[in-house]
């Protein structure tokens, strides 16, 4: 009897010692997954922050040129050479033939 004790203990002391192996498993899976947790919630905080101020240059930039819209200016916008510059078109809709027509 003694030897079925005997196993019965090291089997036990076996189980239970590979019960707390997992254990000390989870316990360090946990923590890794808590640190990366709080990694990403870390960078949208950092993403939240730069996207409130590009919303508030657009916000800036919209009601800028709502105010041109409203103030009737119509000078072209956009930069010469940028691909965003806008040529004015002559009064007269035909591209200028019409002055050319009366200098020749």
Not at 22 to 33: A, M, P
Not at 39 to 50: A, F, N, S
Not at 51 to 63: D, P
Request: charge should be negative.
């Amino acid at each position: 009897m003694e030897e079925d004790n005997s196993f019965f203990e090291k089997e036990r002391d076996r189980l239970t010692a590979e019960i707390t192996s997992g254990f000390e498993e989870l316990l360090s899976s946990s923590n890794n997954l808590n640190r990366k947790l709080e990694e990403v919630l870390g960078m949208t905080r950092e993403y939240e922050t730069i996207a409130a101020l590009w919303q508030s240059f657009h916000e800036l930039m919209r009601s800028h040129h709502d105010e041109d819209d409203a103030s009737g200016e119509a000078e072209p916008h956009g930069l010469p050479g940028t691909g965003g510059h806008v040529l004015a078109a002559s009064k007269s809709g035909n591209g200028g033939a019409e002055q050319r027509q009366q200098e020749s």
